[in-house]
């Protein structure tokens, strides 16, 4: 396991001769600002980075941080990542303008006590947060990604969330998208497991599998190993989502605070994969515990469930 020490000491390495794209779903606040920041500080400011999330004033607060450069671009994007119809707009809106894309992170969480709690397009807001939300990003934006790396350049998508902590074995391939046997517990599962499927699919079997409609499978045979997905775990971080989503849960707050890793130190192990110069970290799916190891294969996700997570997610996601 390396340090948080080892882990700076490798990041400080990375000087791309590009100016890096990158773009951070859940961008406001938490891990996702403080990777967003962190990226703004390695490249001084040569970066074109877009905050996507809900909370403009926020955004502008932390680009306001950002470093500046002639080459500085920085952006918020308002995205609900409850609703399909607004993710598939704004990936449409990327999609148009933007040329390429080096990294995409997907840290939008939503926290809830609550029961089954949908969108008016009958999806559970936390799966849809959680999961499809991360999933319509990386299958609309994928052809940015492949264009960065066709040009030689970092070509990564993250999604952080579960990898290795499966709650609990709970994976009803009958009931996907938990319509008839929803808890909270079996919620945290399937995001853990639906993510696990995402990163798979995009590399694996995602040429034989993706409808022809959406895009050509010849085309995701031959592109899709360059570019690198990644499913990660982020520990116990100090967020305010982890301390104040719930009046329970904030006498905790002060013990949380000092057990929990800081937004910006767990920052340090996320870039650790994604600037890594390792060749393994390159392309492919990988699943990675809080300090950028890797965990142990998750058994549930067999071709077969990969095959009807994708079938699921594009069908609940084409809006």
Known sequence: MPSLVAARASNTQWKPLHRPVGLFLGGTSGVGQAMAERLATQTEGRAHIILLGRNKDAAEKIISGFPRHDESVYEFERVDATSMADVRRVTRS???????????????????????????????????????????????????????????????????????????????????????????????????????????????????????????????????????????????????????????????????????????????????????????????AHRLDSHGEPVKPNKAITPEAVKKIWEHAVELTDK
């Open 94 to 284: 990327l999609l148009e303008r933007l040329d390429k894309v080096n990294f995409i992170v997907a840290s939008a969480g939503f926290l809830t006590l609550k029961g089954r709690d949908e969108t008016e397009e009958g999806i559970d807001k936390k799966l849809a947060c959680n999961v499809y939300s991360r999933f319509r990003f990386a299958l609309d934006l994928l052809p940015l990604l492949e264009r960065a790396a066709d040009a030689g350049e970092d070509a990564k998508f993250m999604t952080i969330l579960a990898a290795g902590k499966e709650p609990t074995s709970y994976l009803n391939l009958d009931d996907l998208g938990l319509k008839k046997e929803y808890s909270l517990a079996n919620a945290a599962a399937v995001g853990s497991h639906y993510n696990d499927a995402l990163v798979e699919v995009c590399v694996t079997i995602l040429s034989t599998i993706i409808p022809t409609d959406l895009y050509p499978p010849q085309e995701f045979a031959r592109r899709s190993p360059k570019v690198s997905f990644t499913h990660i775990h982020p520990g116990t971080v100090s967020t305010p989502m982890s301390t104040n989503f719930h009046w329970s849960t904030r006498p905790l707050a002060p013990l949380v605070r000092w057990l929990a890793t800081s937004p910006a130190d767990c920052a340090e192990w996320m870039w650790s994969s994604l600037w890594s110069s390792e060749p393994e970290f390159k392309a492919g």
